[in-house]
């Protein structure tokens, strides 16, 4: 005869007391069918942004918000990213770069005017650049780009994270 498998039990035994205690609090997931942030997906047409990363970041939001065949409303981002050296040898030879994002955002319905929602968010990264000259040009301006595209999908992400949040005053 076997023994039963301790942390099975234990594993099984937190799964349920974990189910017990979400269904409890009134958890309900936020793209849960029947939802504000669920019939809001496809009703908002994302505005021009300049630039690679103006780019990345309005293909990112479109993906996250759905794409709006038949918009009801029109987000405006105001896309604003920053290089600034952190680091630097004891030639003077820069290292380190953060990469700073900022984005304020603004919801508009399409019929009428005025505003829904205003916000504002930002993101950081960074990359690093070697202090050696053996090919490093072209490693340290992809390496900028990565972190600025980085940047850019974040400020998405967290746009589109807060449009859902608030959902309910907008997407009913």
């Given at each position: 005869?076997?023994s039963?498998?301790?942390?099975?039990?234990?594993?099984?035994?937190?799964?349920c007391?974990?189910?017990?205690?979400?269904?409890?609090c009134?958890?309900?997931?936020l793209?849960g069918e029947?939802?504000?942030?669920?019939?809001?997906?496809g009703r908002?047409?994302?505005?021009?942004?300049e630039g690679f990363?103006g780019?990345d970041?309005?293909?990112r939001?479109?993906?996250?918000?759905g794409?709006?065949e038949n918009?009801?409303?029109?987000?405006?981002?105001?896309l604003?990213?920053?290089v600034?050296?952190?680091?630097?040898t004891q030639?003077?030879?820069?290292?380190r770069?953060?990469?700073?994002?900022?984005?304020?955002?603004?919801?508009r319905?399409?019929?009428?005017?005025?505003?829904?929602?205003r916000?504002?968010?930002g993101?950081l990264?960074?990359y690093s650049s070697?202090?050696?000259?053996?090919?490093?040009a072209f490693?340290?301006?992809?390496?900028r780009?990565?972190a600025?595209?980085?940047v850019?999908?974040l400020?998405?992400?967290?746009?589109?994270l807060?449009?859902s949040?608030?959902a309910?005053?907008?997407a009913?």
């Amino acid at each position: 005869m076997r023994s039963p498998d301790r942390r099975r039990f234990l594993t099984l035994g937190t799964a349920c007391i974990g189910a017990g205690v979400l269904a409890g609090c009134g958890f309900e997931p936020l793209y849960g069918e029947g939802t504000a942030a669920e019939l809001g997906q496809g009703r908002i047409a994302v505005g021009p942004l300049e630039g690679f990363a103006g780019y990345d970041c309005r293909q990112r939001l479109v993906r996250l918000l759905g794409e709006a065949e038949n918009p009801t409303h029109l987000l405006e981002v105001n896309l604003a990213i920053d290089v600034e050296s952190v680091a630097l040898t004891q030639d003077n030879i820069q290292t380190r770069y953060r990469v700073v994002g900022d984005a304020g955002y603004t919801l508009r319905p399409l019929s009428g005017s005025g505003e829904i929602l205003r916000g504002r968010t930002g993101a950081l990264s960074g990359y690093s650049s070697p202090d050696n000259s053996a090919g490093t040009a072209f490693a340290t301006e992809v390496a900028r780009q990565d972190a600025i595209r980085r940047v850019a999908v974040l400020l998405a992400e967290r746009i589109a994270l807060a449009l859902s949040l608030r959902a309910g005053e907008w997407a009913v």
